[in-house]
């Protein structure tokens, strides 16, 4: 008996947890979904009279946010795509290969990790100002072509390959890319699409960065453009839920599709080998 | 030439140039006045030594923000991190089911994008129209403007952040509590011990590398907040939010006090680090660093 009592209390907690935890997220779907005006009238409602998707047709035709969501989409998509070959083939190298230097090296980028990423943004600016990187893709990219993160995960997760695998292919005179990309590639496939994940919603959750770098507004991310039509329409509660949804479900989505390997990801992240 | 040269060299060519260089560089910068003329023309540039450092000192922002982040770390971190330790053991419960489901919506806010979310929470908070003023109201408590009252501001921005992240510190968690052997509870549960007591000398002890882990990334973490007061607060009521890394903002890319504002980011930094040492010394961590805190 006491233990069925336990039990319930123990459900009770983990409920209300799990509903405190969504409620902010089901109010901003359901704010979302009004026709104007309608969760600033009172008493505020809960749930919209007659949902409407006139708030989105707004943020995409009005407001210009289908072009934000295809630079996220496209910045988010073309990180994760550079950052995961350079940072694979410095991780494969750091494990598996050999040349002068390679330990310490590899000791002073975990050190690097302590430095916070604010503390050269000033400089990269200036940097890619002279560049003439300013207000461009590619200076939103720069900071993330590679990460000493990634390059640390996959050399964890390229330890693990069996030398006699690597052994077998120089023995057949495979060369080294050769072995990397039809070899080491395949095996790391696992971290591989964690990393990707990781990578993808890093960089369409990124604010600071593309914040500074990007003024032009037709290059705006969707996080700089919510916060920017935060100034116009802090009225307008109805329609910057939508611009949330907008922002999140992207993300959320992916995390619906990619559960395991992002939760693993984080795991085996922070068991240090 | 050795192949290995070309696996590490364009990824550590891109950290080389556009991270190494930049903290580097920021250095050189916050020992000089560069501004807004020098922006326009490097000639109006002058080395001034540790002068910015100096006048950090005499300037009560820097020591409002300093504290306002102080505030966000001490009381934010641990609350976050400790609320990830209970989700975790209730999770871990035999008793219950469900598990999976209850995991993914705990975890659900940390992949949400943190502007997003605090543009929410912003409304979530507004006195009138906000269902937490609606909340209160409904169970007779004294109305609170969360946002605009400076004694309850940082508060808030705590609780968001708290329901953010701590999904992403009870995952590790949860891989902790599973890798305690459960022969050690057959043991204690031998020796007589009530579940308070297994708790208090298995489960508590198994878990304090991790703990310590945890808790140090999500100290750093913290340290770095920018987005919630950037977005809910614009760093007020008066200063009651504005954060480091919002002052260093706002001094760079506001004012265009770019040497000023490196010298705040160098003192980030320099906090930053401190803690990690100390950390170190105190033996609560053990080799490298692994992960970073706030995905």
């Not at chain 1, 009225?235 to 390997?261: K, N």
């Not at chain 2, 330790?85 to 919506?105: D, Q």
Request: charged share 10%.
């Amino acid at each position: 008996m006491k233990r069925r009592a336990l039990a319930a209390l123990l459900y009770a907690v983990l409920v209300a947890g799990a509903a405190a935890t969504l409620a902010p997220l089901l109010w901003m779907v359901s704010v979302s979904l009004m026709p104007a005006g309608e969760a600033t009238a009172l008493p505020p409602r809960l749930l919209p009279s007659a949902p409407t998707l006139e708030n989105y047709r707004t943020l995409f035709t009005r407001l210009h946010l289908a072009r934000s969501f295809g630079n996220s989409l496209l910045l988010a998509a073309a990180a994760t795509a550079i950052s995961l070959v350079l940072n694979a083939l410095a991780g494969y190298a750091f494990a598996r290969l050999r040349f002068p230097g390679r330990d310490r090296l590899f000791r002073l980028l975990l050190a690097a990790l302590v430095v916070p990423g604010q503390v050269g943004m000033l400089p990269l600016f200036l940097l890619l100002k002279e560049m003439g990187l300013v207000n461009s893709y590619l200076g939103v990219l720069v900071p993330g072509l590679a990460s000493i993160f990634g390059i640390f995960l996959i050399r964890q997760y390229c330890l693990g390959i069996p030398q006699s695998v690597l052994d077998a292919a120089r023995v057949d005179g495979a060369g080294e890319l050769r072995i990397w990309w039809s070899i080491v590639l395949p095996l790391c496939r696992p971290i591989l699409a964690t990393l990707a994940i990781f990578t993808f919603m890093g960089t369409w959750n990124d604010f600071l960065w593309p914040l500074i770098v990007l003024s032009d507004e037709d290059l705006h991310t969707l996080p700089v453009s919510l916060a920017n039509l935060l100034g116009e329409h802090a009225q307008d509660l109805e329609l910057m839920m939508a611009g949330s949804v907008l922002t999140v479900l992207p993300v959320i989505v992916l995390f619906a599709l990619f559960q395991r390997q992002y939760i693993q990801g984080i795991v085996s992240g922070s068991v240090r080998g | 030439m050795n192949p290995a040269f070309w696996f590490v060299a364009p990824a550590l060519a891109a950290i080389g140039l556009f991270f190494f260089v930049p903290v580097a560089a920021s250095l050189g910068l916050s020992l000089t006045d560069f501004d807004i003329y020098s922006v326009a023309d490097l000639a109006n540039l002058r080395f001034v030594g540790l002068a910015n450092y100096g006048r950090l000192l005499e300037d009560a922002a820097f020591w409002t923000a300093l504290r306002n982040t102080a505030y966000f770390v001490v009381v934010g971190a641990p609350l976050s991190v400790a609320t990830s330790l209970a989700a975790a053991l209730l999770l871990g419960s035999r008793l219950v089911r469900w598990k999976a489901l209850l995991r993914t919506i705990y975890f659900l806010p940390v992949v949400t994008t943190l502007v997003a979310v605090a543009v929410v929470w912003r409304f979530l908070y507004h006195p009138r129209v906000g269902p937490l003023a609606r909340l209160f109201e409904a169970l007779g408590l004294p109305a609170v403007d969360w946002l605009g009252d400076p004694a309850f501001a940082m508060p808030a921005i705590i609780l968001l952040a708290v329901w953010k992240g701590f999904g992403f510190n009870m995952v590790i968690f949860v891989a902790g509590l599973q890798a305690i052997p459960e022969r050690l509870y057959e043991a204690a549960r031998l020796d007589g011990a009530s579940a308070a007591q297994q708790f208090r000398h298995v489960t508590l002890p198994m878990l304090a590398p991790t703990t310590s882990f945890v808790l140090l990334m999500t100290l750093i973490g913290h340290f770095q907040l920018f987005a919630e007061p950037y977005v809910m607060t614009q760093g007020g009521p008066g200063d009651a939010t504005r954060s480091i890394v919002l002052l260093m903002y706002e001094q760079g890319f506001r004012w265009w006090s770019l040497g000023q504002a490196a010298a705040i980011a160098f003192v980030l930094f320099g906090i930053i680090l401190a803690v990690s040492l100390a950390a170190r010394a105190a033996g609560l961590l053990g080799g490298g660093d692994g992960a970073e805190a706030r995905p």
